[in-house]
């Protein structure tokens, strides 16, 4: 939630604290106006507004999440289409030339993972091929919102997460190369007890 909304939050529930200290009064306090009718009708139709206007601030900020989230999945496509032609355009010049484009090897920084991370690591770590965010999530039976947060902090803290799209559908997985060398030498830092948790996938 961004700063703007929060103040609209905290103003919305300001309000509405107002609106019930007044029904309060009159209901327990006997502080009768007039028409108590007409009172408590203008008071519930001010709260029915405002909850209108809060609810209308909540949904400009939902398409606001959304907007970002299909131009992500746009970037990401144009990279992963662009990463598909710099390898032809690899082995073009490999024919060409008849000997093999050597890459510079990586060298990966993985900044240190939590355990919640460590296993959404290994259940990707344990996939032959690339898989949907709907179905890790469904083999961790954690929610769709809690495993996206998780797979963006493993690509923030250095775990190459690949991705690819069918039918505009994402696919996510780990680098090959990346996979082998965590065979090896656990560069990720796994928890040794967290391994007993990967046999069951």
Same mark, same amino acid.
């Given at each position: 939630m961004n700063n /703007? *909304? !929060?103040? /609209?939050?905290?103003?919305y529930q300001t309000k509405q604290e107002k609106e019930v200290t007044k029904i309060t009064k009159v209901i327990f306090f006997d502080e009768k106006p007039e028409d108590l009718k007409q009172f408590v009708q203008s008071t519930f139709s001010k709260i029915h507004e405002?909850?209108?206007?809060h609810l209308d601030a909540i949904n400009e900020n939902t398409n606001e999440i959304q907007a970002?989230?299909?131009? @992500?999945c746009e970037l990401d496509k144009k990279i992963q289409h662009l990463q598909e032609e710099i390898k032809q355009l690899k082995n073009i010049i490999s024919e +060409? $030339?008849? *000997?093999?484009?050597? !890459? %510079?090897?990586?060298?990966h920084q993985i900044q240190p993972l939590t355990q919640e991370e460590q296993k959404v690591f290994l259940a990707l770590y344990s996939e032959s091929k690339p898989? !949907?965010? @709907?179905?890790?999530?469904? %083999? @961790?039976? @954690? !929610?769709? $919102?809690?495993?996206? =947060?998780y797979v =963006?902090?493993?690509i923030s803290k250095g775990i190459p997460v690949q991705k690819t799209y069918i039918k505009g559908r994402p696919l996510i997985s780990?680098?090959?190369?990346? %996979?082998?060398?965590?065979? %090896?030498e656990n +560069?990720?830092?796994l928890n040794q007890k967290l391994l007993g948790f990967n046999q069951k996938f």
């Open positions: /703007k *909304q !929060s103040i /609209k939050q905290r103003k405002e909850l209108e206007e970002n989230y299909e131009y @992500l +060409i $030339t008849g *000997q093999p484009i050597q !890459s %510079k090897p990586e060298i898989i !949907s965010y @709907l179905e890790l999530a469904q %083999k @961790l039976n @954690l !929610s769709l $919102t809690l495993i996206r =947060t =963006t902090n493993l780990l680098e090959p190369g990346f %996979k082998e060398l965590q065979a %090896k +560069i990720v830092g």
